[in-house]
């Protein structure tokens, strides 16, 4: 099985900030990574597919990059709605494992 | 506008069983594989299953191999999860999501429904 690390778990930032996301698979899985953010009680929202590609509706601040095994995801200045829990997703092997999670909260 | 609603969720005692369902509409139902992935409370997303578009195939977690059936009605534009022998380590928010059809990312995903397993 592909297991999926993210670090850090958790960070502060302020508003404006540029805050970036690491996740590292245990094995190469090309760009088969998504990335996705999550509110308290609220179902997850695609962000980014294929390592990069930004999905329909997701403000431009949002990017993705990587292959192989690290992947970075980048926020280039920190908005109010954007503090939230970014999950990162392998679609490379069924199982399509998820990371454990970022918590992006209020410094 | 693409929806998906969840439903069947509640309480149940262990080694019981569950049937749920996710109402599609807003998009061609038939042509999209579906995916329920959970969230037990206070943790992460796990994937829990995936179905082609006409239902031929499946793909479960090892975790529910055995256990769950995800199924298919094209006709009714629904997606089901039957769970049986449930277990506490079961309970979980369950969503089901859409198959963007691109490297398999889940573009649109339900309000999830509420699995407690406790005696």
Redesign the interface.
């Known amino acids: 099985d592909i297991q999926m690390t993210q670090s850090p778990s958790s960070l502060s930032a302020s508003v404006g900030d540029r805050v970036t996301i690491t996740c590292r698979a245990s094995q190469t899985i090309s760009r088969y990574l998504n990335w996705y953010q999550q509110k308290p009680g609220k179902a997850p929202k695609l962000l980014i597919y294929a390592a990069s590609s930004l999905q329909s509706g997701v403000p431009s601040r949002f990017s993705g990059s990587g292959s192989g095994t690290d992947f970075t995801l980048t926020i280039s200045s920190l908005q109010p709605e954007d503090f939230a829990t970014y999950y990162c997703q392998q679609t490379y092997s069924t199982l399509f494992t998820f990371g454990p999670g970022t918590t992006v909260d209020i410094k | 506008e693409v929806q998906l609603v969840e439903s069947g969720g509640g309480l149940v005692q262990p080694g019981g069983s569950l049937r749920l369902s996710c109402a599609a509409s807003g998009f061609t139902f038939s042509n999209y594989w579906m995916?329920w992935?959970r969230q037990a409370p206070g943790k992460?997303?796990?994937?829990v299953s995936?179905i082609n578009s006409d239902g031929s195939n499946t793909?479960y977690?090892?975790s529910v191999k055995g256990r769950f059936t995800i199924s298919r009605d094209n006709a009714k534009k629904t997606l089901y999860l039957q769970m049986n022998s449930l277990r506490a380590e079961d309970t979980a928010v369950y969503?089901c999501a859409r198959d963007?059809l691109?490297?398999?990312?889940?573009?649109y995903?339900?309000?999830?429904t509420l699995v407690t397993v406790s005696s």
Not at chain 2, 44 to 47: D, P, T, Y
Not at chain 2, 102 to 107: F, H, K, Q, R, S
Not at chain 2, 109 to 112: A, F
Request: proline share 0%; net charge negative.
């Open positions: 995916h992935v992460g997303l796990v994937w995936r793909d977690a090892d969503y963007n691109v490297m398999t990312a889940l573009d995903w339900g309000q999830g």
